[in-house]
């Protein structure tokens, strides 16, 4: 599920375009490095849109990538699973753009906590382009259920550490765990676009998770990735 609820405006200085007037045939979540969330419903229309990376990683090809390692879930291939780890996509010989898609479907497993304080949480997930020291994306997830007397609420979709339910924006919930035998996992679409027109990217998919009361913190939370798509979107 895109991040259906949130847009982001971003002036094109270069090119002095407005993605503000014009209305687009789905919605997207804006991602800007100054962190500027704004919400709406229209961007300018798409001269361009350019595929230059699809792997559902069936065929277990890691070209281009760093730190991967495929398994298996549900019957099919996924990139993971990553506790306080993660990898980094390596894209070069990109064309005239102005700014990059990331679509990709995550999946959480286990006992992550969210926004929970020390020593349980919090859970953080994130992406980082380029060795930026300010992430494209960073939020928290929860897998955990509420009570009466608490709720580790996570910050999907919007950036940490805004508060919502655990499961807020999942594509779906309750699914089988990886590891755990009291665990599930919860799905997520994500879909992210940001300014770029470097002529190559890098995109680190990035993980911090704390899990102090086990004996395996793999097993306790991790996370993994499947049907990554890369796009170039030119204006």
């Given at each position: 599920m895109v991040v259906k609820q949130f847009k982001r405006l971003y002036s094109n200085s270069k090119k002095n375009h407005s993605?503000?007037?014009?209305?687009?045939?789905?919605?997207?979540?804006f991602v800007t490095f100054s962190i500027l969330i704004v919400l709406c419903s229209c961007i300018s229309e798409i001269d361009r849109e350019t595929l230059i990376y699809d792997n559902n990683f069936e065929t277990v090809?890691?070209?281009?990538?760093?730190?991967?390692?495929?398994?298996?879930?549900?019957?099919?291939?996924?990139?993971g699973t990553y506790n306080n780890g993660g990898f980094k996509l390596i894209l070069d010989g990109l064309g005239r753009h102005d700014y990059v898609q990331i679509q990709a479907l995550l999946y959480v497993h286990?006992?992550?906590?969210?926004n929970?304080?020390?020593?349980?949480?919090?859970?953080?997930?994130?992406?980082?382009?380029?060795?930026?020291?300010?992430d494209v994306f960073k939020t928290s997830f929860s897998n955990s259920a509420c009570s009466s007397n608490y709720c580790y609420m996570q910050s999907y979709p919007e950036r940490y550490p805004f508060l919502t339910f655990p499961g807020t924006g999942a594509s779906a919930v309750n699914l089988p765990a990886f590891c755990k035998s009291d665990g599930s996992?919860?799905?997520?679409?994500?879909?992210?676009i940001?300014?770029?027109?470097?002529?190559?990217?890098?995109?680190?998919?990035?993980?911090?998770l704390n899990q102090p009361n086990t004996n395996d913190a793999q097993c306790d939370e991790s996370w993994s990735l499947n049907n990554i798509q890369v796009k170039l979107l030119s204006f």
């Open positions: 993605l503000g007037n014009a209305l687009c045939k789905k919605k997207i979540f090809d890691l070209t281009n990538i760093e730190g991967g390692n495929v398994t298996s879930y549900l019957g099919q291939n996924i990139l286990d006992s992550w906590d969210g929970a304080k020390s020593p349980d949480g919090t859970d953080y997930w994130g992406v980082m382009v380029d060795s930026s020291e300010v996992t919860s799905a997520y679409e994500i879909d992210l940001f300014p770029h027109r470097k002529s190559k990217i890098e995109i680190v998919f990035w993980d911090e």
